[in-house]
């Protein structure tokens, strides 16, 4: 009932003649499919052989070496014998057989996946969204305060530029156009390269915190470039209507008397 199964989510069997290696076992011993490893039995008769590498799985969790049991059995020298069961439990007698499992002494350790599971999601996870959290909501303030700032910058710097096209005879929404047409081109334009940057940012980190026990893979969600999207383009929005107003009240006078 153990399955070997990859993030392609592809099944793999235990070969009978050579090793099925993580990847990550693989890297560390520098070999990959078609090389040579040898195997020291610690326990037993201590002997020593050299196998092949068969193939290599990249899973999310330890640094493992797969072999088909009776393969395994015939390499030790043993009989057919296990060391480790995989049981499948009715839903709601986890409990029960845990509890029954702990008075036979010949048991060393019963676990419960749906159990661990339920560790994993309730503390892991819960930490992971709360992190996730905070970090959107420090990027949400941030993206909305550059949008605003770069709109306030531009507006004081093109002031006396504005207020001489109000005097020439351009409306209020005709100049408008010009900064707020400044402001949307550059959102457009920086938008997809912030996303390229958070990729490879985001690519970078998950390859830093990667471990010989564990692995996240890299996932980003299509919500999650259109969430920080639409972040981008209603910062832009109120920015705009806050300029746009500005604009509207610019003291024309006092505005091109301050030209140096």
């Known amino acids: 009932m153990h399955r070997i199964v990859g993030l392609e989510r592809q099944v793999f069997k235990p070969p009978r003649n050579g090793l099925l290696l993580t990847d990550r076992l693989a890297d560390r011993l520098k070999v990959k499919p078609g090389?040579?490893?040898?195997?020291?039995?610690?326990?037993?008769?201590?002997?020593?052989?050299?196998?092949?590498?068969?193939?290599?799985?990249?899973?999310?969790l330890g640094m493992n070496a797969y072999i088909e049991r009776h393969a395994l059995n015939a390499l030790l020298?043993?009989?057919?014998?296990?060391?480790?069961?995989?049981?499948a439990v009715d839903r709601g007698h986890d409990a029960e057989l845990l509890n029954e499992l702990k008075e036979l002494p010949r048991v060393a350790i019963?676990?419960?996946?749906?159990?661990?599971?339920?560790?994993?999601?309730?503390?892991?996870?819960?930490?992971?969204?709360?992190?996730?959290?905070?970090?959107?909501?420090?990027?949400?303030?941030?993206?909305?305060?550059?949008?605003?700032?770069n709109a306030r910058i531009a507006l004081a710097e093109r002031a006396w530029e504005l207020a001489s096209l109000r005097v020439l005879g351009f409306?209020?929404?005709?100049?408008?156009?010009?900064?707020?047409?400044?402001?949307?081109?550059?959102?457009?334009?920086?938008?997809?390269?912030?996303?390229?940057?958070?990729y490879f940012l985001a690519s970078t980190i998950v390859g830093l915190i990667k471990t010989d026990e564990f692995y996240f893979p890299f996932v980003i969600h299509p919500a999650t470039y259109a969430y920080a999207v639409l972040c981008?383009?209603?910062?832009?929005i109120v920015s705009a209507l806050v300029?746009?107003?500005?604009?509207?009240?610019?003291?024309?006078?006092?505005?091109?008397k301050t030209r140096e």
């Open 243 to 256: 300029v746009r107003r500005r604009v509207d009240t610019l003291d024309l006078v006092g505005v091109l």
């Open 171 to 198: 409306t209020r929404g005709e100049v408008s156009a010009f900064l707020l047409g400044e402001l949307a081109i550059e959102i457009a334009l920086a938008t997809p390269l912030g996303m390229a940057l958070g």
């Open 35 to 60: 090389d040579i490893v040898r195997l020291e039995f610690l326990e037993g008769r201590r002997e020593a052989l050299d196998i092949n590498v068969a193939g290599v799985v990249t899973e999310m």
């Open 232 to 236: 981008v383009f209603g910062a832009g």
């Open 77 to 87: 020298r043993e009989g057919d014998i296990v060391n480790q069961l995989t049981v």
């Open 110 to 149: 019963a676990v419960s996946k749906s159990v661990l599971k339920q560790n994993i999601e309730e503390v892991t996870a819960r930490n992971l969204m709360v992190f996730s959290g905070i970090l959107t909501a420090f990027a949400t303030v941030i993206a909305i305060g550059v949008v605003y700032n």
